[in-house]
């Protein structure tokens, strides 16, 4: 295998589930909707997953919420285990902050480590001057990478949108468009509710919504698809998560809540 196997894998089906390939123009973009009427994000959260490649266990994920004033800061761990760690090291860790009120991200870093990959990236969205600026790092050749872009309206990112979406209305029959950007550019991702499924955990059985995050266009032909398990109350807490990629499939699978 010569590819990411934890958090990065899932991100990375995020990604393509894009069709767009060019930015998307500040009159076609639409800006993310606020969480609905008496949502809110965690005080202080720490989701644990269990990953698995296929049928190996493949990793473990920790994501973590800290509410800080009007933000909300998630970072998120992903680390291989076992024998895929041997055959591919991963060693990831992300950091976004956004806006507890409208979810509006304003900077997205990450740091990973992907076998003798090694990359550092500061992403920072500033709307009063429609700017994205991404600053990378490359460590072991020493190289920089400075690129800029437009961000023409209130947009999440990758990471923090999964969870995002856990403050919007999810219902079968009620599907809704998240903003998200990515790879300098704004893609348009649709929120498919597919039907309602009992999912087992570590922490009990779960009655859930499951949703396929897809481009307006449909999912990128013979790349991957990837569907999120939602707990079918208040909540909306992702209990499973799925990536089915042409190397194979990864499964989250939420193992430890802590709200201490």
Not at 6 to 19: E, G, S, Y
Request: glycine residues 6%; charged residues 20%.
């Amino acid at each position: 295998m010569k590819t990411h196997t934890t958090l990065t894998a899932f991100l990375c089906a995020l990604a393509l589930t894009a069709v767009a390939t060019l930015p998307i123009q500040a009159q076609q973009a639409s800006p993310l909707s606020p969480p609905r009427p008496g949502f809110s994000f965690p005080q202080k959260q720490t989701l644990t997953y269990s990953v698995d490649w296929r049928v190996f266990p493949a990793g473990t994920a920790v994501l973590h919420f800290e509410a800080a004033g009007d933000r909300e800061n998630l970072t998120a761990s992903a680390d291989t285990i076992g024998a895929i760690n041997l055959l591919f090291h991963v060693s990831d860790r992300f950091q976004s902050s956004f806006d507890r009120a409208t979810g509006c991200t304003y900077d997205f870093n990450k740091q990973t480590v992907e076998g003798r990959r090694q990359v550092n990236s500061t992403l920072h969205l500033d709307y009063s001057q429609n700017r994205a600026v991404l600053d990378e790092k490359y460590p072991l050749t020493k190289q920089t990478k400075h690129v800029e872009s437009t961000a023409p309206v209130c947009l999440t990112d990758l990471l923090t949108g999964v969870y995002y979406a856990s403050s919007q209305p999810i219902a079968l029959g009620h599907n809704f468009v998240i903003p998200v950007f990515d790879a300098m550019k704004v893609v348009p991702v649709t929120m498919k509710i597919e039907g309602r499924e009992e999912i087992k955990t570590p922490l009990g059985t779960f009655k859930t919504l499951r949703v396929q995050p897809t481009a307006d266009a449909g999912v990128v032909k013979n790349r991957g698809n990837i569907w999120i398990w939602y707990t079918d109350d208040e909540r909306h807490l992702p209990v499973q998560m799925r990536a089915r990629l042409f190397w194979g499939t990864i499964t989250f699978r939420l193992i430890g809540n802590d709200s201490k």
